[in-house]
């Protein structure tokens, strides 16, 4: 499906430390896919963005 590839799109932006790319793509796949095991590895993507950024952030 559309959704897979923008998960591994954005394992390789979090892979490559680009972690906003990361991010964006992961609420991205989120929109297409929420119900799914992927969903679940997408917000706990979203939820360890968040916490880097907000640690390297001050």
Excluded at 18 to 44: F, H, P
Aim: aromatic letters at 12%.
């Amino acid at each position: 499906t559309y959704a897979d590839p923008v998960f591994n799109l954005a394992r390789l932006e979090f892979d490559g430390g680009n972690m906003a790319e990361a991010r964006r793509l992961w609420v991205r796949y989120l929109e297409l896919d929420a119900e799914s095991e992927w969903a679940r590895l997408a917000q706990k993507g979203i939820q360890f963005v968040d916490l880097h950024m907000a640690r390297t952030a001050g």
